[in-house]
């Protein structure tokens, strides 16, 4: 196999990672709660239940996966999740068109912006 299609291969199975990740996450609701299937994938159900556009977009296959942990991870915090709805866009827009570390620099700004006990400003978008 050529360098070529080895890399055509790797991005094809990475977005059938990244669509599988999205879809076990999507099932969750239906699972029982006592089911260890669930196990690893509430937090991000959590997260696609508010932020359903951002969802649509993992399930595409567009999202990375450690993007969709930490959007999971900023999901998790109950200080700022009534405001997750409010940002979808804007977390499809960081997670696509910049670089994990630069998405990871912008979700943590909202989320500091959007905290009201860590002194930011309940923005929706500071960036």
């Known amino acids: 196999m050529s360098p070529r299609e080895v890399r055509h291969h790797a991005r094809v199975l990475e977005a059938i990672r990244r669509q ?3 879809a ?3 099932l969750v609701p239906n699972l029982d709660h006592a089911d260890h299937r669930a196990d690893g994938y509430r937090e991000l159900a959590q997260a696609f239940q508010m932020l359903p556009m951002f969802a ?3 399930l595409a296959g567009s999202i990375g996966v450690e993007q969709m942990h930490a959007i ?3 999901a998790a915090n109950p200080r700022v999740s009534h405001r997750l709805a409010d940002a979808d ?3 499809i827009d960081a997670a ?3 670089t994990f570390a630069e998405f990871i620099t912008r979700l943590r700004q909202w989320e500091t912006m959007t905290d009201a006990d860590g002194g930011g400003s309940d923005a929706t978008e500071p960036w």
């Open 20 to 22: 599988v990740l999205a």
């Open 96 to 98: 696509v068109d910049r």
């Open 24 to 26: 076990m996450a999507m």
């Open 89 to 91: 866009e804007i977390f």
């Open 72 to 74: 999971a991870t900023v």
């Open 56 to 58: 649509e977009a993992c």
